[in-house]
Protein backbone atom coordinates (compact mmCIF):
# COMPACT_ATOMS: atom_id res chain seq x y z
CA UNK A 1 0.00 0.00 0.00
CA UNK A 2 1.32 3.41 -1.31
CA UNK A 3 1.58 5.72 2.23
CA UNK A 4 2.82 8.76 0.97
CA UNK A 5 -0.60 10.42 1.56
CA UNK A 6 -1.44 8.83 5.01
CA UNK A 7 0.18 11.89 6.95
CA UNK A 8 -1.36 14.98 5.71
CA UNK A 9 -3.24 16.32 8.82
CA UNK A 10 -1.19 16.97 11.45
CA UNK A 11 -2.70 15.43 14.70
CA UNK A 12 -1.60 13.29 17.45
CA UNK A 13 -3.21 10.03 18.37
CA UNK A 14 -5.33 11.78 21.55
CA UNK A 15 -6.12 14.67 19.72
CA UNK A 16 -7.34 12.77 16.63
CA UNK A 17 -9.59 10.44 19.11
CA UNK A 18 -10.62 13.35 20.79
CA UNK A 19 -11.95 15.58 17.75
CA UNK A 20 -13.71 12.22 16.64
CA UNK A 21 -15.54 11.84 20.06
CA UNK A 22 -16.71 15.63 20.16
CA UNK A 23 -20.12 15.79 19.19
CA UNK A 24 -20.66 17.52 16.19
CA UNK A 25 -22.68 20.29 17.53
CA UNK A 26 -19.77 21.19 19.58
CA UNK A 27 -16.99 21.16 17.15
CA UNK A 28 -15.02 24.64 16.56
CA UNK A 29 -15.78 26.11 12.93
CA UNK A 30 -11.92 24.93 11.90
CA UNK A 31 -11.94 21.40 12.97
CA UNK A 32 -13.20 18.33 11.18
CA UNK A 33 -14.12 14.75 12.62
CA UNK A 34 -13.71 13.32 8.63
CA UNK A 35 -10.06 14.62 8.91
CA UNK A 36 -9.79 12.74 12.11
CA UNK A 37 -11.17 9.60 11.20
CA UNK A 38 -8.75 9.69 8.14
CA UNK A 39 -5.78 10.20 9.84
CA UNK A 40 -6.61 7.23 12.29
CA UNK A 41 -5.06 5.21 10.00
CA UNK A 42 -1.74 6.01 11.52
CA UNK A 43 -2.42 4.46 14.91
CA UNK A 44 -3.13 0.65 14.45
CA UNK A 45 -3.91 0.85 18.50
CA UNK A 46 -6.75 -1.02 20.20
CA UNK A 47 -8.22 2.72 21.29
CA UNK A 48 -8.21 4.09 18.06
CA UNK A 49 -9.86 1.46 17.00
CA UNK A 50 -12.58 2.18 19.82
CA UNK A 51 -12.90 5.48 18.68
CA UNK A 52 -13.55 4.66 15.45
CA UNK A 53 -16.41 1.74 16.11
CA UNK A 54 -17.99 4.65 18.44
CA UNK A 55 -17.95 7.29 15.71
CA UNK A 56 -19.51 4.46 13.17
CA UNK A 57 -22.10 3.85 15.88
CA UNK A 58 -23.38 7.59 15.86
CA UNK A 59 -26.01 7.83 13.32
CA UNK A 60 -26.67 11.03 12.83
CA UNK A 61 -27.72 11.78 9.66
CA UNK A 62 -25.97 15.12 9.04
CA UNK A 63 -23.94 15.35 6.57
CA UNK A 64 -20.62 16.33 8.54
CA UNK A 65 -22.14 13.24 10.65
CA UNK A 66 -22.43 11.12 7.53
CA UNK A 67 -19.37 11.45 6.41
CA UNK A 68 -17.03 10.82 9.23
CA UNK A 69 -18.65 7.94 9.98
CA UNK A 70 -18.18 6.57 6.55
CA UNK A 71 -14.58 7.32 6.74
CA UNK A 72 -14.53 5.72 10.46
CA UNK A 73 -15.67 2.70 8.35
CA UNK A 74 -12.90 2.78 5.76
CA UNK A 75 -10.26 3.17 8.18
CA UNK A 76 -11.57 0.30 10.22
CA UNK A 77 -10.99 -1.73 6.73
CA UNK A 78 -7.54 -0.30 6.47
CA UNK A 79 -6.59 -1.12 10.30
CA UNK A 80 -7.62 -4.72 9.61
CA UNK A 81 -9.63 -4.39 12.77
CA UNK A 82 -10.98 -7.97 13.27
CA UNK A 83 -13.05 -6.75 16.34
CA UNK A 84 -15.28 -4.38 13.95
CA UNK A 85 -16.73 -6.76 12.02
CA UNK A 86 -20.51 -6.79 14.31
CA UNK A 87 -20.10 -3.51 13.61
CA UNK A 88 -19.64 -2.81 9.82
CA UNK A 89 -22.16 -5.76 9.46
CA UNK A 90 -24.65 -3.92 10.85
CA UNK A 91 -23.99 -1.02 8.69
CA UNK A 92 -24.80 -3.31 5.57
CA UNK A 93 -28.54 -2.39 6.54
CA UNK A 94 -27.88 1.66 6.27
CA UNK A 95 -29.91 3.60 4.24
CA UNK A 96 -26.75 5.19 2.93
CA UNK A 97 -25.09 3.59 0.11
CA UNK A 98 -21.71 5.04 0.48
CA UNK A 99 -21.86 3.75 4.32
CA UNK A 100 -22.72 0.34 3.07
CA UNK A 101 -20.48 0.35 0.11
CA UNK A 102 -17.02 1.46 2.36
CA UNK A 103 -18.70 -1.41 4.95
CA UNK A 104 -18.70 -3.92 2.26
CA UNK A 105 -14.74 -2.77 1.39
CA UNK A 106 -13.62 -3.08 4.46
CA UNK A 107 -15.19 -6.55 5.60
CA UNK A 108 -13.12 -7.45 2.37
CA UNK A 109 -10.15 -5.97 3.41
CA UNK A 110 -10.46 -7.60 6.73
CA UNK A 111 -11.86 -11.35 5.44
CA UNK A 112 -14.19 -12.89 6.63
CA UNK A 113 -16.18 -16.56 6.12
CA UNK A 114 -19.34 -15.42 8.61
CA UNK A 115 -21.68 -17.01 6.44
CA UNK A 116 -24.34 -14.44 7.95
CA UNK A 117 -22.41 -11.87 6.55
CA UNK A 118 -21.83 -13.04 3.09
CA UNK A 119 -25.18 -13.62 2.85
CA UNK A 120 -26.42 -10.45 3.38
CA UNK A 121 -23.34 -8.93 1.60
CA UNK A 122 -24.97 -11.16 -1.41
CA UNK A 123 -28.11 -9.66 -0.93
CA UNK A 124 -26.96 -6.02 -1.79
CA UNK A 125 -26.67 -7.19 -5.17
CA UNK A 126 -30.65 -6.58 -5.31
CA UNK A 127 -30.81 -3.51 -3.97
CA UNK A 128 -31.14 -0.32 -6.24
CA UNK A 129 -28.84 2.51 -6.04
CA UNK A 130 -25.45 0.57 -4.22
CA UNK A 131 -21.80 0.58 -6.46
CA UNK A 132 -22.47 -3.08 -7.45
CA UNK A 133 -18.21 -3.67 -8.29
CA UNK A 134 -17.29 -3.82 -4.78
CA UNK A 135 -20.05 -6.17 -3.60
CA UNK A 136 -19.46 -8.21 -6.52
CA UNK A 137 -15.18 -7.60 -6.17
CA UNK A 138 -15.54 -8.71 -1.95
CA UNK A 139 -17.87 -12.00 -2.80
CA UNK A 140 -14.60 -13.08 -5.32
CA UNK A 141 -12.41 -12.22 -2.65
CA UNK A 142 -13.70 -13.94 0.16
CA UNK A 143 -15.11 -16.84 -1.89
CA UNK A 144 -18.72 -16.67 -1.84
CA UNK A 145 -19.86 -19.32 -4.18
CA UNK A 146 -23.71 -19.17 -3.34
CA UNK A 147 -23.85 -15.75 -5.00
CA UNK A 148 -22.72 -17.36 -8.18
CA UNK A 149 -26.01 -16.93 -10.48
CA UNK A 150 -26.74 -13.48 -8.55
CA UNK A 151 -23.75 -12.19 -9.72
CA UNK A 152 -23.95 -13.60 -13.17
CA UNK A 153 -27.41 -11.88 -13.95
CA UNK A 154 -25.03 -8.64 -14.11
CA UNK A 155 -22.71 -9.65 -16.57
CA UNK A 156 -24.99 -7.65 -19.20
CA UNK A 157 -24.93 -4.72 -17.10
CA UNK A 158 -25.87 -1.57 -18.89
CA UNK A 159 -22.82 0.06 -16.48
CA UNK A 160 -19.62 -1.29 -18.36
CA UNK A 161 -17.17 -1.63 -14.89
CA UNK A 162 -20.04 -3.10 -12.82
CA UNK A 163 -20.62 -6.03 -16.22
CA UNK A 164 -16.43 -5.95 -16.06
CA UNK A 165 -16.52 -6.96 -12.69
CA UNK A 166 -19.47 -9.58 -12.69
CA UNK A 167 -17.86 -11.01 -15.71
CA UNK A 168 -14.53 -11.49 -14.37
CA UNK A 169 -16.09 -13.05 -11.19
CA UNK A 170 -18.17 -15.34 -12.84
CA UNK A 171 -14.82 -16.96 -14.43
CA UNK A 172 -12.89 -16.76 -11.62
CA UNK A 173 -15.64 -18.79 -9.40
CA UNK A 174 -16.41 -21.22 -12.10
CA UNK A 175 -13.20 -21.48 -13.51
CA UNK A 176 -14.17 -20.84 -17.38
CA UNK A 177 -12.14 -18.05 -18.72
CA UNK A 178 -13.96 -18.17 -21.76
CA UNK A 179 -15.57 -14.77 -21.52
CA UNK A 180 -12.49 -12.70 -20.39
CA UNK A 181 -11.66 -11.27 -24.13
CA UNK A 182 -15.31 -9.17 -23.03
CA UNK A 183 -13.22 -7.81 -20.04
CA UNK A 184 -10.22 -6.85 -22.68
CA UNK A 185 -12.03 -4.80 -24.96
CA UNK A 186 -13.07 -3.01 -22.07
CA UNK A 187 -9.74 -1.02 -22.21
CA UNK A 188 -10.52 0.69 -25.17
CA UNK A 189 -14.07 1.64 -24.18
CA UNK A 190 -14.82 5.32 -24.22
CA UNK A 191 -15.66 5.80 -20.70
CA UNK A 192 -12.22 6.38 -18.73
CA UNK A 193 -13.42 4.90 -15.65
CA UNK A 194 -14.43 1.32 -17.65
CA UNK A 195 -10.96 1.53 -18.67
CA UNK A 196 -9.30 2.11 -15.27
CA UNK A 197 -10.99 -0.27 -13.72
CA UNK A 198 -11.44 -2.92 -16.29
CA UNK A 199 -7.57 -3.28 -15.54
CA UNK A 200 -8.51 -4.01 -11.60
CA UNK A 201 -10.74 -7.18 -12.97
CA UNK A 202 -7.69 -8.58 -15.40
CA UNK A 203 -5.38 -8.42 -12.42
CA UNK A 204 -7.98 -9.90 -9.87
CA UNK A 205 -8.33 -12.76 -12.56
CA UNK A 206 -4.92 -13.60 -13.02
CA UNK A 207 -5.55 -12.79 -16.81
CA UNK A 208 -2.12 -12.23 -17.99
CA UNK A 209 -2.65 -12.58 -21.38
CA UNK A 210 -4.21 -9.16 -21.23
CA UNK A 211 -0.84 -8.01 -20.71
CA UNK A 212 -0.12 -6.75 -24.03
CA UNK A 213 -3.56 -5.14 -23.92
CA UNK A 214 -2.74 -3.31 -21.06
CA UNK A 215 0.11 -1.76 -22.14
CA UNK A 216 -1.54 0.19 -25.27
CA UNK A 217 -4.66 0.68 -22.91
CA UNK A 218 -5.07 4.97 -22.91
CA UNK A 219 -5.10 5.54 -19.30
CA UNK A 220 -2.56 7.16 -17.14
CA UNK A 221 0.47 4.92 -17.20
CA UNK A 222 0.05 4.41 -12.99
CA UNK A 223 -3.00 2.18 -13.72
CA UNK A 224 -1.32 0.52 -16.57
CA UNK A 225 2.37 -0.19 -14.67
CA UNK A 226 -0.12 -1.48 -11.26
CA UNK A 227 -1.62 -3.44 -13.41
CA UNK A 228 1.36 -5.32 -15.29
CA UNK A 229 3.35 -5.21 -12.41
CA UNK A 230 0.50 -7.08 -10.15
CA UNK A 231 -0.19 -9.54 -13.01
CA UNK A 232 4.26 -10.42 -12.89
CA UNK A 233 4.18 -10.01 -9.15
CA UNK A 234 1.39 -13.24 -9.33
CA UNK A 235 2.69 -14.89 -12.43
CA UNK A 236 6.08 -15.24 -12.37
CA UNK A 237 6.26 -17.02 -9.27
CA UNK A 238 4.63 -19.49 -9.80
CA UNK A 239 6.12 -20.10 -13.69
CA UNK A 240 2.46 -18.88 -15.38
CA UNK A 241 4.37 -15.98 -16.69
CA UNK A 242 7.88 -15.26 -17.50
CA UNK A 243 9.43 -12.31 -16.55
CA UNK A 244 10.69 -12.31 -20.28
CA UNK A 245 7.85 -12.18 -21.42
CA UNK A 246 6.35 -9.08 -19.49
CA UNK A 247 9.55 -7.41 -20.13
CA UNK A 248 8.61 -5.44 -23.19
CA UNK A 249 5.39 -4.53 -22.11
CA UNK A 250 6.66 -3.46 -19.00
CA UNK A 251 9.33 -1.33 -20.82
CA UNK A 252 6.85 0.06 -23.50
CA UNK A 253 4.64 1.32 -20.49
CA UNK A 254 7.36 2.92 -18.74
CA UNK A 255 8.30 4.20 -22.13
CA UNK A 256 4.91 5.38 -22.21
CA UNK A 257 4.93 7.04 -26.21
CA UNK A 258 1.59 7.75 -27.42
CA UNK A 259 2.23 6.18 -30.54
CA UNK A 260 2.26 2.86 -28.41
CA UNK A 261 -1.16 3.45 -27.20
CA UNK A 262 -4.79 2.61 -29.13
CA UNK A 263 -6.11 5.86 -28.50
CA UNK A 264 -9.81 6.19 -28.24
CA UNK A 265 -10.57 9.62 -28.80
CA UNK A 266 -9.81 11.41 -31.75
CA UNK A 267 -10.46 15.24 -33.52
CA UNK A 268 -13.20 16.03 -35.63
CA UNK A 269 -10.91 18.46 -37.17
CA UNK A 270 -7.08 19.75 -36.68
CA UNK A 271 -7.02 21.74 -33.44
CA UNK A 272 -4.67 24.25 -33.24
CA UNK A 273 -1.41 24.63 -30.74
CA UNK A 274 -3.19 26.46 -27.39
CA UNK A 275 -6.25 23.85 -27.46
CA UNK A 276 -4.01 21.19 -27.66
CA UNK A 277 -1.93 22.44 -24.61
CA UNK A 278 -4.85 22.82 -22.59
CA UNK A 279 -5.83 19.56 -23.42
CA UNK A 280 -2.70 18.27 -21.16
CA UNK A 281 -4.26 19.48 -17.83
CA UNK A 282 -7.19 17.01 -18.72
CA UNK A 283 -8.44 14.45 -16.32
CA UNK A 284 -9.14 11.57 -18.42
CA UNK A 285 -5.01 10.72 -19.92
CA UNK A 286 -6.44 9.39 -23.18
CA UNK A 287 -7.29 12.94 -24.26
CA UNK A 288 -4.00 14.22 -22.95
CA UNK A 289 -1.76 11.32 -24.98
CA UNK A 290 -3.85 12.28 -28.23
CA UNK A 291 -3.17 16.00 -28.01
CA UNK A 292 0.60 14.29 -27.31
CA UNK A 293 0.74 12.94 -30.37
CA UNK A 294 -0.87 15.64 -32.46
CA UNK A 295 1.64 18.22 -30.90
CA UNK A 296 4.54 15.83 -31.75
CA UNK A 297 2.65 15.61 -35.33
CA UNK A 298 1.33 18.55 -36.12
CA UNK A 299 3.16 21.32 -33.81
CA UNK A 300 6.52 19.99 -33.54
CA UNK A 301 8.09 23.08 -33.96
CA UNK A 302 5.95 25.75 -32.55
CA UNK A 303 5.61 23.15 -29.30
CA UNK A 304 9.00 24.04 -26.88
CA UNK A 305 7.89 27.94 -26.92
CA UNK A 306 4.05 27.34 -25.71
CA UNK A 307 5.31 24.41 -23.22
CA UNK A 308 7.90 26.74 -21.48
CA UNK A 309 5.31 29.26 -21.49
CA UNK A 310 2.12 26.81 -20.21
CA UNK A 311 5.05 25.32 -17.69
CA UNK A 312 5.78 28.74 -15.88
CA UNK A 313 1.99 29.69 -15.63
CA UNK A 314 0.30 26.26 -14.34
CA UNK A 315 1.71 23.29 -15.77
CA UNK A 316 4.73 23.66 -12.50
CA UNK A 317 1.99 23.04 -10.24
CA UNK A 318 -0.34 20.80 -11.84
CA UNK A 319 1.00 17.09 -11.37
CA UNK A 320 -1.29 16.01 -14.77
CA UNK A 321 0.24 18.51 -17.05
CA UNK A 322 3.73 18.57 -15.45
CA UNK A 323 4.06 14.93 -16.30
CA UNK A 324 2.81 14.86 -19.99
CA UNK A 325 5.06 18.39 -20.87
CA UNK A 326 8.04 16.42 -19.53
CA UNK A 327 7.81 13.94 -21.86
CA UNK A 328 6.71 16.29 -25.02
CA UNK A 329 10.25 17.95 -24.83
CA UNK A 330 11.78 14.65 -24.62
CA UNK A 331 9.72 13.56 -27.98
CA UNK A 332 10.77 16.86 -29.29
CA UNK A 333 14.52 16.07 -27.71
CA UNK A 334 14.35 19.80 -26.90
CA UNK A 335 18.09 20.27 -25.62
CA UNK A 336 16.91 23.83 -24.18
CA UNK A 337 14.67 21.95 -21.52
CA UNK A 338 17.69 19.86 -19.88
CA UNK A 339 17.90 21.93 -16.61
CA UNK A 340 13.74 21.35 -16.18
CA UNK A 341 13.99 17.63 -17.01
CA UNK A 342 16.77 17.17 -13.97
CA UNK A 343 15.20 19.33 -11.92
CA UNK A 344 11.62 16.97 -12.37
CA UNK A 345 13.61 13.85 -11.89
CA UNK A 346 14.98 15.18 -8.93
CA UNK A 347 11.21 16.75 -7.58
CA UNK A 348 11.01 14.87 -4.49
CA UNK A 349 7.26 16.38 -4.04
CA UNK A 350 4.95 13.28 -3.78
CA UNK A 351 2.45 14.44 -6.41
CA UNK A 352 5.01 14.67 -8.90
CA UNK A 353 6.81 11.38 -8.31
CA UNK A 354 5.49 10.48 -11.67
CA UNK A 355 6.91 12.87 -14.08
CA UNK A 356 10.70 11.74 -12.24
CA UNK A 357 10.53 8.71 -14.16
CA UNK A 358 8.93 10.60 -17.69
CA UNK A 359 11.80 12.76 -16.86
CA UNK A 360 14.95 10.29 -16.81
CA UNK A 361 12.95 8.77 -20.23
CA UNK A 362 12.56 12.39 -21.68
CA UNK A 363 16.44 13.15 -21.18
CA UNK A 364 17.19 9.68 -21.97
CA UNK A 365 16.22 10.95 -25.57
CA UNK A 366 17.64 14.12 -25.57
CA UNK A 367 21.01 12.25 -25.71
CA UNK A 368 23.25 14.77 -23.77
CA UNK A 369 26.04 12.75 -21.66
CA UNK A 370 25.68 15.06 -18.72
CA UNK A 371 22.20 13.37 -17.57
CA UNK A 372 24.35 10.22 -17.11
CA UNK A 373 25.70 10.83 -13.66
CA UNK A 374 21.78 12.54 -12.91
CA UNK A 375 20.14 9.40 -13.92
CA UNK A 376 23.17 7.31 -11.73
CA UNK A 377 21.80 8.98 -8.75
CA UNK A 378 18.02 7.93 -9.32
CA UNK A 379 19.10 4.24 -8.79
CA UNK A 380 19.66 5.06 -5.28
CA UNK A 381 15.84 5.86 -4.43
CA UNK A 382 13.44 3.54 -3.26
CA UNK A 383 11.03 4.26 -6.19
CA UNK A 384 10.62 1.25 -8.38
CA UNK A 385 9.33 2.98 -12.13
CA UNK A 386 11.93 5.33 -11.23
CA UNK A 387 15.01 3.25 -11.04
CA UNK A 388 13.84 0.99 -13.84
CA UNK A 389 13.52 4.14 -16.56
CA UNK A 390 16.82 4.71 -14.83
CA UNK A 391 18.51 1.97 -16.19
CA UNK A 392 16.36 2.00 -19.56
CA UNK A 393 17.92 5.38 -19.95
CA UNK A 394 21.14 4.58 -18.93
CA UNK A 395 20.86 1.92 -21.56
CA UNK A 396 20.02 4.74 -24.65
CA UNK A 397 22.54 6.75 -23.36
CA UNK A 398 25.51 4.19 -23.38
CA UNK A 399 25.91 3.49 -20.00
CA UNK A 400 25.16 -0.09 -18.18
CA UNK A 401 27.56 0.51 -15.28
CA UNK A 402 24.34 0.53 -12.77
CA UNK A 403 23.67 -2.69 -13.81
CA UNK A 404 26.01 -4.79 -10.97
CA UNK A 405 24.62 -2.65 -8.50
CA UNK A 406 20.84 -2.98 -9.43
CA UNK A 407 21.16 -6.77 -9.80
CA UNK A 408 21.28 -6.85 -5.91
CA UNK A 409 18.16 -3.98 -5.48
CA UNK A 410 15.81 -4.76 -2.89
CA UNK A 411 12.68 -4.38 -6.01
CA UNK A 412 12.86 -7.89 -7.45
CA UNK A 413 11.52 -6.12 -10.85
CA UNK A 414 14.72 -4.05 -10.72
CA UNK A 415 17.05 -7.24 -10.10
CA UNK A 416 15.32 -9.25 -13.19
CA UNK A 417 15.92 -6.19 -15.35
CA UNK A 418 19.47 -5.64 -14.47
CA UNK A 419 20.19 -9.78 -14.20
CA UNK A 420 18.33 -10.00 -17.63
CA UNK A 421 20.51 -7.24 -19.27
CA UNK A 422 24.09 -8.31 -17.95
CA UNK A 423 23.36 -12.15 -19.10
CA UNK A 424 22.42 -10.15 -22.68
CA UNK A 425 25.67 -8.43 -22.35
CA UNK A 426 27.68 -10.84 -21.74
CA UNK A 427 25.74 -13.64 -24.35
CA UNK A 428 26.25 -10.93 -27.26
CA UNK A 429 29.87 -10.93 -28.89
CA UNK B 1 -26.51 11.76 -19.98
CA UNK B 2 -28.67 11.10 -17.11
CA UNK B 3 -31.29 13.79 -15.91
CA UNK B 4 -34.44 14.39 -15.01
CA UNK B 5 -35.78 14.49 -18.35
CA UNK B 6 -33.91 11.18 -19.13
CA UNK B 7 -34.50 9.52 -16.27
CA UNK B 8 -38.58 9.77 -16.35
CA UNK B 9 -38.68 8.95 -20.47
CA UNK B 10 -36.47 6.06 -19.74
CA UNK B 11 -38.11 5.10 -16.70
CA UNK B 12 -41.40 5.11 -18.74
CA UNK B 13 -40.10 3.06 -22.22
CA UNK B 14 -38.60 0.46 -19.70
CA UNK B 15 -42.08 -0.11 -18.52
CA UNK B 16 -44.00 0.70 -22.27
CA UNK B 17 -46.40 3.53 -20.42
CA UNK B 18 -46.51 7.35 -21.00
CA UNK B 19 -44.50 9.40 -17.96
CA UNK B 20 -47.06 9.81 -15.26
CA UNK B 21 -48.26 12.61 -13.45
CA UNK B 22 -45.77 12.72 -10.94
CA UNK B 23 -43.14 12.19 -13.59
CA UNK B 24 -44.47 15.36 -15.02
CA UNK B 25 -44.08 17.25 -11.71
CA UNK B 26 -40.65 16.39 -11.35
CA UNK B 27 -39.84 17.31 -14.80
CA UNK B 28 -41.83 20.64 -14.44
CA UNK B 29 -40.60 21.13 -11.03
CA UNK B 30 -36.99 20.80 -12.50
CA UNK B 31 -38.06 22.98 -15.76
CA UNK B 32 -39.15 25.65 -12.93
CA UNK B 33 -36.01 25.57 -11.12
CA UNK B 34 -33.43 25.69 -14.46
CA UNK B 35 -33.50 29.35 -14.44
CA UNK B 36 -31.88 29.40 -10.96
CA UNK B 37 -29.46 26.79 -12.08
CA UNK B 38 -28.41 28.47 -15.07
CA UNK B 39 -27.76 31.27 -13.37
CA UNK B 40 -25.86 29.71 -10.68
CA UNK B 41 -23.91 27.79 -13.98
CA UNK B 42 -23.00 31.17 -15.64
CA UNK B 43 -21.96 33.08 -12.33
CA UNK B 44 -19.51 29.60 -11.72
CA UNK B 45 -18.02 29.08 -15.10
CA UNK B 46 -17.21 33.23 -14.93
CA UNK B 47 -15.41 32.70 -11.58
CA UNK B 48 -14.15 29.32 -11.59
CA UNK B 49 -10.53 29.94 -11.67
CA UNK B 50 -11.19 32.07 -7.86
CA UNK B 51 -13.30 29.97 -6.58
CA UNK B 52 -11.44 26.51 -6.87
CA UNK B 53 -7.92 29.21 -6.02
CA UNK B 54 -10.11 30.10 -2.38
CA UNK B 55 -11.17 26.73 -1.66
CA UNK B 56 -7.58 25.37 -2.02
CA UNK B 57 -6.57 28.57 -0.25
CA UNK B 58 -8.96 27.91 2.48
CA UNK B 59 -7.25 24.41 3.06
CA UNK B 60 -4.12 25.54 3.65
CA UNK B 61 -4.89 28.08 6.21
CA UNK B 62 -6.74 26.17 8.09
CA UNK B 63 -3.88 23.66 7.91
CA UNK B 64 -1.21 26.52 8.34
CA UNK B 65 1.77 23.93 9.69
CA UNK B 66 1.70 22.44 6.45
CA UNK B 67 3.29 25.46 4.75
CA UNK B 68 6.39 24.95 7.64
CA UNK B 69 9.46 24.16 5.82
CA UNK B 70 10.27 20.77 6.10
CA UNK B 71 6.80 19.32 6.86
CA UNK B 72 5.89 15.88 6.27
CA UNK B 73 4.43 15.53 2.94
CA UNK B 74 4.51 19.61 2.41
CA UNK B 75 2.37 21.97 1.59
CA UNK B 76 2.35 21.51 -2.30
CA UNK B 77 1.23 17.85 -2.24
CA UNK B 78 -2.13 19.44 -0.53
CA UNK B 79 -2.14 22.21 -2.81
CA UNK B 80 -1.52 21.02 -5.52
CA UNK B 81 -3.78 18.36 -5.62
CA UNK B 82 -6.99 20.77 -4.35
CA UNK B 83 -6.00 22.74 -7.39
CA UNK B 84 -6.27 20.61 -10.67
CA UNK B 85 -9.03 18.21 -8.51
CA UNK B 86 -11.23 20.64 -7.37
CA UNK B 87 -11.69 22.56 -10.60
CA UNK B 88 -12.28 19.16 -12.44
CA UNK B 89 -15.02 19.04 -9.71
CA UNK B 90 -16.22 22.19 -9.75
CA UNK B 91 -16.44 22.10 -13.55
CA UNK B 92 -18.73 19.06 -13.44
CA UNK B 93 -20.79 20.59 -10.90
CA UNK B 94 -21.32 23.42 -13.39
CA UNK B 95 -22.41 20.68 -16.22
CA UNK B 96 -24.83 19.30 -13.47
CA UNK B 97 -26.85 22.90 -13.03
CA UNK B 98 -27.05 22.97 -17.08
CA UNK B 99 -28.28 19.50 -16.80
CA UNK B 100 -30.67 19.73 -14.42
CA UNK B 101 -29.35 16.41 -12.56
CA UNK B 102 -26.28 14.46 -11.62
CA UNK B 103 -25.44 12.99 -14.11
CA UNK B 104 -21.91 14.50 -15.03
CA UNK B 105 -20.49 14.44 -11.19
CA UNK B 106 -22.49 10.35 -11.11
CA UNK B 107 -20.66 9.22 -14.58
CA UNK B 108 -17.54 11.51 -14.51
CA UNK B 109 -16.78 12.08 -11.46
CA UNK B 110 -18.01 9.65 -8.67
CA UNK B 111 -18.72 6.16 -10.31
CA UNK B 112 -15.24 4.31 -10.12
CA UNK B 113 -13.64 7.65 -8.73
CA UNK B 114 -14.18 5.77 -5.52
CA UNK B 115 -12.32 2.53 -6.18
CA UNK B 116 -10.01 4.58 -7.36
CA UNK B 117 -9.09 6.69 -4.55
CA UNK B 118 -8.86 3.76 -2.36
CA UNK B 119 -7.26 0.71 -4.54
CA UNK B 120 -4.44 3.89 -4.72
CA UNK B 121 -4.64 4.68 -0.86
CA UNK B 122 -5.43 8.83 -2.24
CA UNK B 123 -6.58 11.24 0.15
CA UNK B 124 -10.25 12.37 0.06
CA UNK B 125 -10.09 14.62 2.55
CA UNK B 126 -8.04 17.55 0.65
CA UNK B 127 -11.27 17.71 -1.41
CA UNK B 128 -13.83 17.20 1.12
CA UNK B 129 -12.56 19.99 2.92
CA UNK B 130 -11.94 22.42 0.09
CA UNK B 131 -15.60 21.77 -1.51
CA UNK B 132 -16.83 22.38 2.32
CA UNK B 133 -15.34 25.94 2.09
CA UNK B 134 -16.78 26.65 -1.50
CA UNK B 135 -19.99 25.41 0.22
CA UNK B 136 -19.79 27.85 3.45
CA UNK B 137 -18.20 30.56 1.06
CA UNK B 138 -20.80 31.24 -1.14
CA UNK B 139 -23.01 34.36 -0.19
CA UNK B 140 -26.19 35.82 -1.95
CA UNK B 141 -26.96 37.84 -2.86
CA UNK B 142 -23.34 38.99 -3.54
CA UNK B 143 -22.58 36.24 -5.51
CA UNK B 144 -25.78 34.97 -6.87
CA UNK B 145 -29.38 35.08 -6.00
CA UNK B 146 -30.66 32.66 -3.16
CA UNK B 147 -32.27 30.61 -5.52
CA UNK B 148 -29.52 29.61 -7.54
CA UNK B 149 -27.20 29.68 -4.15
CA UNK B 150 -29.54 26.55 -3.28
CA UNK B 151 -28.92 24.37 -6.20
CA UNK B 152 -25.19 25.39 -6.47
CA UNK B 153 -24.98 24.07 -2.57
CA UNK B 154 -27.02 21.32 -3.02
CA UNK B 155 -24.78 20.39 -5.87
CA UNK B 156 -21.72 20.91 -3.72
CA UNK B 157 -23.70 18.94 -1.11
CA UNK B 158 -23.63 16.18 -3.41
CA UNK B 159 -20.31 15.76 -4.21
CA UNK B 160 -19.13 15.67 -0.93
CA UNK B 161 -21.19 13.45 0.19
CA UNK B 162 -20.43 10.91 -2.69
CA UNK B 163 -17.15 11.72 -2.55
CA UNK B 164 -16.17 11.02 1.04
Redesign the interface.
Known amino acids: MDKRFFNLFNLTEDEAIALLDTPQDQLNEDDSRYVAASHLINFPTERSINALMRAVQNTDPSLDNRIARRKSVETLGRLQATQSLPVLHACLADPDCYTVENAVWAIAEIGTQDSAILEDIAQLLDRPGQTYRVIIHTLAKLNYHPALERIRKLVDDADAPTASAAIATVCRLTGDYSQMEQVVALLQHPNVFARRLSIQDLIDTQYYSAIPNIARCPVSLVFRLRGIRMLAEAGVPTGAIAFETVQPYLEQTLRDHPGDLDLVHAYNQAPDLPFLIRELYETDFGRCYLATKTILEHHADAAPAALFATYAEEANNDYGAHFHVMKLFGWLKHAPAYDLLVEALHNRQPQFQKSRAAAAIALSELGDPRAIPELKASLETKIWDLKYAALMALEKVGDTSGYQTAANDDDWLIRAKASRDVINRVSTP | MKSVVTTVIAAADAAGRFPSSSDLESVQGSIQRAAARLEAAEKLASNLDNVAKEAYDACIK??S??NNAG????S??????C???IK?YLRLIQYSLVVGGTGPLD?WGI??????Y?????????Y??ALGFARNRGCAPRDMSAQALVEYNSLL?YA???L?
Open positions: KYYLEANSDTFKSKARDHEAGQREVRALGLPTAPVEDINSS
